[in-house]
């Protein structure tokens, strides 16, 4: 049997053991700590397989599994591919085609431009203004970029170590998604791993020396250690609902040499908020809310074939209870930054509209954060503010 058939195999084995239930990259370190006889090699092979499958989202789903595999690799891959060669060369001579020829190769009258962008993205009803709905689909064919952010006073000695990285700006690299940065650049605290659009949301903050400011739902905290780096003299106060996030939240900040802030574990959907804060009144507020991640959805492709229609509408109905409680906390003439990394309307434009209408506050910016065009994750933010009584 030849390693291409081995590697087939796998990859079925992965997608058939496979329910949603977990992340795909936490499932196959799972699945690949069981075989430790394949090597780095077969591994990587293996995993682009299974990604090439869920990347194509629904299409022709009553496919044999291995028929999926490979019509996913063939629209995936860019290049000559020998795994692809093997099994379909008639395709695999096609390969670097426009993606129209390619559908052209697989035969069947269904496979338009259009059909394909509505198979792999069923839920086009429900994007942002602004998205056009087939480029966005067919951005998950592409496997988005890894980018850093640059701390303040490192950029030319990471240039130095970094010359064939692609430039973004004056303070980002983009590398090919599975670079191992670390061995590129030996100090953890030089630099963030940082998404592009994420990057962009800093563009908003304009914090102030010595203001208090609030990073409600903080996750590991990417976004408090960009604040901070905008302005390291700000107080910074930092919570999640999660108590293993904001341990994650200390170490990072470890690493990124931050001593000067206050973290905590909090609940922002229960009673009694106040009494979890250390002030009642901030100038700043980072609300990057829970969401369906959709605008990520290129890192983790499988959501196409999991993520339930339904759920939509319960993170728009989270998202407004948690801006309910936190918008009494900006202070008169403050700012609250609403962020998600989500495409649907419904968790951007329609809760916007919410939080202006029952929060008290009045929106002066929003808008999507486009990144499918450039590989990279597409985001969505507004920024409110409270006028001075």
């Keep these: 049997m030849t390693r291409w058939e081995n590697y087939i195999i796998a990859a079925e084995k992965i997608i058939q053991g496979y329910n949603g239930t977990l992340p795909l990259h936490h499932y196959l370190k ?13 591994r990587k092979r293996v995993q682009q397989l299974v990604y090439h499958y869920f990347r194509i989202g629904r299409l022709e789903a009553a496919l044999p599994l291995r028929e999926r595999i490979l019509l996913g690799t063939f629209l995936c891959e860019q290049s000559h591919d020998e795994l692809l060669a093997f099994f379909k060369p008639e395709w695999n001579d ?3 085609l426009p993606l129209k020829k390619k559908l052209a190769q697989t035969g069947g009258g269904s496979h338009t431009l259009r059909h394909l962008a509505e198979t792999i993205f069923p839920f086009s009803a429900h994007l942002s203004g602004g998205i056009d709905p ?7 064919l592409q496997q988005p970029k890894l980018f850093i952010r640059m701390r ?33 650049i030996p100090d953890k605290s030089w630099y963030e791993v940082q998404d592009l659009s994420s990057q962009e949301t800093g563009l908003r903050f304009r914090p ?6 609030w990073d409600c739902c903080a996750a590991s905290g990417g976004k408090s250690i960009l604040l901070h780096d905008l302005q390291p003299s700000i107080h910074l106060f930092a919570s999640d609902v999660r108590a293993s996030i904001i341990e994650n939240l200390r170490k990072r900040f470890a690493e990124a040499g931050i001593k000067n802030y206050n973290a905590k574990v909090i609940d922002l959907t229960g009673p009694g908020l106040q009494a979890s804060l250390p002030r009642t009144r901030f100038p700043g507020i980072i609300l990057d809310a829970p969401c369906s991640g959709s605008g990520t959805w290129g890192r983790t492709p499988e959501n196409l074939c999991y993520f339930r229609e339904e759920q939509i509408a319960a993170y728009a109905a989270l998202q407004r209870q948690i801006a309910r409680n936190v918008a009494p906390y900006v202070a008169p003439g403050g700012t609250l930054i609403y962020i998600t990394c989500s495409v649907f309307r419904e968790e951007n434009e329609e809760t916007v509209a919410f939080i202006e209408k029952e929060c008290g506050l009045t929106v002066v910016e929003s808008g999507v954060i486009s990144g499918y065009q450039r590989q990279a994750d597409t985001m969505f933010i507004a920024v409110f503010e409270r006028k001075n009584v």
């Design 152 to 184: 303040p006073g490192k950029e030319a000695a990471i240039r130095r170590l970094t010359d064939n990285a692609e430039m973004i700006g004056t303070n980002t690299l983009a590398f090919p998604n599975g670079t191992k940065i670390e061995t590129l």
């Design 30 to 42: 799972t699945f690949f700590k069981a075989h430790p006889h394949m090597g780095s090699r077969d």
């Design 134 to 140: 087939d480029i966005f689909s067919f951005s998950f």
């Design 94 to 96: 096609a390969v670097s």
């Design 208 to 213: 102030k020396a010595g203001e208090h400011w």
